[in-house]
């Protein structure tokens, strides 16, 4: 079974400088990776996807991630940190075919001014 | 606009009742999805449901139910066997695997 970690439970980082929230994987084979973004007291939004292909993803709000397969991680980057992106952010891992979506168990983003 | 509807929003529940937490989506997805989010835990699969009329145990159905009489509604009971209920309830969807849509959740709180 697939499974997900996030090493890091809060980070804080300074508004301007870049970002970068580890995410590692346990899956037979290539699975497809996800990374999303919680708001206190809101659901998940999709900020970008892995599902074959080009190893660097761009997704939304100006993230991207990089795909690295001998590594088995997911790393999610910004190069430059909006108050705004103060949240909670999750990694998740699908199989292919229908297969659950697993979680980590997210990391808190912090930015002060 | 499409989407998935959630409600209510908050929910308190006394002690041995139980609690049916709504979900509607209008995606026309097949599948839907319930988790349950503690703090420092992530989220966790309770049940989901790929057909009408057909769903299965996720990762800690234990004190939950679900049915699936329509593709656009996915309702979660809790019931009084759930022993620690307060939780945040997020629902989802999808066509198939793949991307999800949420719902914006339902805090539930044991008064």
């Known amino acids: 079974a697939q499974s997900v970690t996030q090493p890091d439970i809060h980070i804080t980082v300074s508004e301007g400088a870049s970002l970068e929230l580890r995410c590692n994987y346990s899956?037979?084979?290539?699975?497809?990776l996800f990374w999303y973004v919680q708001s206190p007291g809101q659901g998940l939004q999709l900020l970008l996807k892995?599902?074959?292909?080009?190893?660097l993803v761009q997704g939304i709000k100006g993230f991207e991630a990089e795909f690295k397969r001998s590594q088995s991680s997911f790393n999610l980057r910004k190069p430059s940190v909006h108050w705004s992106d103060a949240a909670e952010y999750f990694c998740?891992?699908?199989?292919?075919?229908?297969?659950?979506?697993?979680f980590g168990t997210g990391t808190r983003l912090l930015v002060s001014p | 606009d499409g989407g998935i509807t959630q409600s209510p929003k908050y929910l308190f529940r006394k002690e041995g009742q139980n609690v049916t937490l709504s979900c509607e989506q209008n995606?026309?997805?097949?599948?839907m999805y319930w988790y349950r989010q503690d703090p420092g835990q992530g989220l966790r699969l309770i049940y989901y449901?790929?057909?009408?009329?057909?769903?299965q145990k996720g990762d800690i159905a234990e004190g939950y139910s679900v049915s699936r009489e329509k593709k656009e509604s996915f309702p979660l009971t809790v019931t009084s066997a759930q022993k620690n209920p307060t939780a945040f309830y997020l629902c989802?969807?999808?066509?198939?695997?793949?991307?999800?849509?949420f719902g914006s959740g339902t805090r539930l709180t044991v008064v």
């Open positions: 989802a969807s999808s066509i198939g695997s793949g991307l999800y849509t």
């Open positions: 899956y037979g084979a290539t699975p497809y």
């Open positions: 892995y599902f074959s292909g080009d190893t």
């Open positions: 998740a891992v699908q199989g292919t075919g229908f297969q659950k979506l697993v």
């Open positions: 995606l026309n997805h097949d599948a």
């Open positions: 449901s790929q057909i009408v009329n057909d769903f």
